[in-house]
């Protein structure tokens, strides 16, 4: 009876928008553009401006960044979808972020500055030498954005497009690519930050007025958790299957071994891919090495660590009110009813969260929702975009061009970003096929992320890791995972009711990819500690700063790739009788250039300067675009380069501070614990 009359009341069909809500999106595209051209003004003419943002940014932005790079548009269809069908189990995945965020602060971020990096496939090429483990994970990263994440959202994004607005979806997603790429290229991790931290005000507010509103039309809590339990639809009621109907652990946490989200895979298997995402994922870490100090880094930490306590009050909870107002299409069960009434066999809880926005937003405040969801596509589209042209142009473009000048990094990472959005596009047909898309690219985090977070935690923590072991800690993972993914999908799913079709062997249908993701970190980290075991280790001179234990150390760290290099050079001119003045200026010549921070402090290209001919307008509005027009050639002494660079490597805190963090850590972990007990 609910669901007659809730569609009877503001109920949009078309685009026949109430011109409320197109004043609400207008005016949510100006400000945002807005903040975009005005940020973007900042931190230009340099590689680390464009890349960390100049390393300025305060606590509350990065912690608002950590929050929305996060929760995108997958986030309101997929957590209220998972509330929908499933209950409050998905929470886990929530609560879980914020204990590995304070790790992220604590642990990963004080050791990443004090090394000096940019990005996570640098730290490790720095810590272990050589460059094969370095793009390796560069490459595995930009295929992890292109097909998994961008992926994701456009996915998530087509569902509330075609259900709410019913526009045409290839000029919805071209649109909103064209205004993330824009942003990208324009503004690069400043103008990303400065508008993640407004995209995230508007996603908490609109998201908060939708949970009011749902608590009030469905009775209030308690209302809920008995409501749930009795939303069985229509074709369940008069039929003898099974399906629709609520499983009686929806309301726990902690659930049973044989159950979608068994508590030792919630605990354990989601611990591993949690460190692999928050503290080795481009970009997540980025937003961390963007403070200004590693206080900062710790309160954005912080603040991230709070902000995801509410996705199971805005999200998760109204997916659950929406199977409860409308049972017959959320909660529906019957593959053919469910075929036509969303496209998909397997169940429509995908539309929770829009169907509550039409049926329940008022005029005006329905416009602010699309927003929203504009803003969560968009969020994390412009963080995926800035942080895989960081990865694609310090990691591989400088492998092919080792002495490119500061300009043509900048302009290849724009290009780039065009590349990323172009190949988003073209996967849009693949999006709108992808039944199982969400429930796909969880599986391929626990089948590719496992590998990757092993050799991060003993790479940080184990001086005895060296290159052979982490390369073949990585390889060996990467083949049992690919091998797992391989055999679980080689089987067709099948809908409710049908489950007895499935001919999949135990060893894949008994082994939850939590458990499995458990069970590829193990494997991978013994791997990788035999392999260390039997081979040279790590000179001591080559870790300074670069662990754990070391992260203080204020000696003269040695880089392994260049005294390699060097190494050869000798030999080299020994060979062909060259003296040893000259190879010793041309070596330390081009030790300068790989010096942590040189690209932020000293431009390697002249670009302005007397005598230059005057510049076309054309050529002039480009740089401008590109952020390069302020590029010019400065002269610096090797001792003030030296304090900047130890400036920027600094992880001292005021003691004042670094309490302050500490206490808030500890509430904020207390907090997560007893929501976590309570729901358990």
Not at 44 to 59: E, K, N
Not at 162 to 184: D, H, M, P
Request: net charge neutral.
């Amino acid at each position: 009876m609910a669901n007659a009359s809730i569609a009877g009341g503001t109920n949009v069909t078309g685009t026949n928008l109430h011109y409320a809500d197109i004043i609400v999106i207008v005016l949510y595209f100006v400000i945002v553009l807005a903040i975009g051209i005005w940020s973007s003004c900042r931190n230009r003419g340099s590689v680390g401006g464009y890349f960390l943002a100049g390393r300025s940014m305060h606590w509350i932005p990065v912690g608002a960044s950590l929050f929305a790079s996060n929760i995108g548009s997958g986030h309101f269809i997929g957590l209220a979808g998972s509330g929908a069908a499933s209950g409050i189990g998905i929470a886990v995945f929530e609560l879980n972020a914020i204990f590995v965020l304070m790790i992220l602060g604590w642990v990963f971020v004080p050791v990443y500055v004090a090394a000096g990096v940019y990005t996570m496939p640098e730290y490790l090429r720095k810590r272990f030498g050589g460059q094969r483990i370095r793009v390796y994970l560069a490459v595995l990263a930009l295929l992890l954005y292109i097909f998994t994440k961008i992926s994701a959202d456009l996915y998530a994004g087509a569902v509330f497009i075609e259900q709410s607005l019913k526009w045409n979806l290839y000029a919805s997603v071209l649109l909103l690519l064209g205004i993330a790429a824009l942003f990208t290229i324009t503004g690069g991790l400043t103008a990303v930050i400065w508008t993640d931290f407004i995209q995230t005000i508007i996603m908490v507010i609109g998201a908060f007025v939708l949970m009011i509103l749902s608590f009030t039309k469905v009775g209030g809590y308690q209302a809920v958790k008995d409501g749930y339990f009795e939303a069985i639809p229509e074709t369940t009621l008069y039929s003898n299957a099974t399906c629709g109907i609520p499983a009686s652990y929806s309301y726990n946490l902690m659930r049973g071994m044989e159950t979608d989200l068994p508590w030792t895979g919630a605990i354990f298997g989601l611990m591993v891919s949690a460190i692999w995402y928050w503290c080795s994922d481009q970009v997540i870490v980025q937003r961390a090495l963007a403070a200004k100090d590693l206080s900062h880094a710790k309160g954005g930490t912080i603040l991230a660590g709070y902000l995801k306590i509410l996705p199971l009050w805005l999200l998760v909870f109204p997916g659950m009110i929406a199977r409860i107002l409308f049972p017959d299409e959320v909660g529906c069960a019957d593959p053919a009813i469910c075929k036509a009434l969303c496209g998909k066999e397997r169940g429509c809880t995908d539309i929770a969260y829009p169907k509550l926005v039409l049926n329940l937003m008022p005029d005006g405040a329905r416009g602010l929702m699309l927003a929203v969801m504009m803003a969560a596509l968009m969020s994390s589209l412009t963080s995926i975009f800035n942080s895989g042209s960081t990865i694609f142009t310090m990691d591989i473009w400088r492998r092919i061009r080792k002495h490119a000048s500061d300009m043509e990094l900048m302009i290849v990472g724009r290009v780039f970003v065009l590349v990323l959005a172009g190949i988003g596009i073209a996967w849009i047909p693949i999006v709108q096929s992808g039944a199982e898309l969400f429930h796909y690219i969880q599986a391929v985090t626990s089948y590719l992320s496992p590998p990757v977070c092993a050799v991060y935690v003993l790479a940080i923590f184990w001086k005895r890791t060296n290159e052979q072991g982490a390369f073949w800690g990585l390889m060996v993972g990467l083949v049992t995972g690919l091998i797992r993914f391989g055999w679980e999908y080689a089987y067709p799913p099948y809908p409710c009711g049908q489950e007895y079709l499935d001919t999949k062997p135990s060893i894949i249908s008994s082994v939850h990819y939590l458990h499995f993701g458990c069970i590829l970190f193990v494997i991978s980290l013994i791997t990788t500690i035999v392999i260390s075991l039997f081979t040279k280790p790590i000179d001591d001179k080559y870790l300074i700063r670069l662990t754990y234990w070391s992260r203080y150390d204020k000696g003269e760290r040695v880089d392994i790739d260049e005294e390699e290099k060097e190494g050869a050079k000798v030999a080299a001119m020994e060979l062909e009788g060259r003296d040893n003045e000259g190879m010793s200026k041309s070596s330390s010549a081009e030790a300068v250039v790989d010096q942590p921070g040189d690209s932020v402090v000293n431009s390697q290209a002249q670009l302005a300067g007397e005598g230059e001919p005057d510049k076309s307008k054309c050529r002039k509005a480009g740089e401008w675009i590109c952020g390069i027009e302020n590029l010019k050639e400065e002269e610096i002494s090797p001792e003030d380069l030296k304090i900047l660079t130890d400036k920027a490597m600094s992880i001292d805190e005021k003691p004042k501070w670094r309490r302050l963090c500490n206490i808030n850590a500890v509430i904020l972990m207390c907090l997560a614990i007893f929501v976590w007990a309570f729901f358990a």
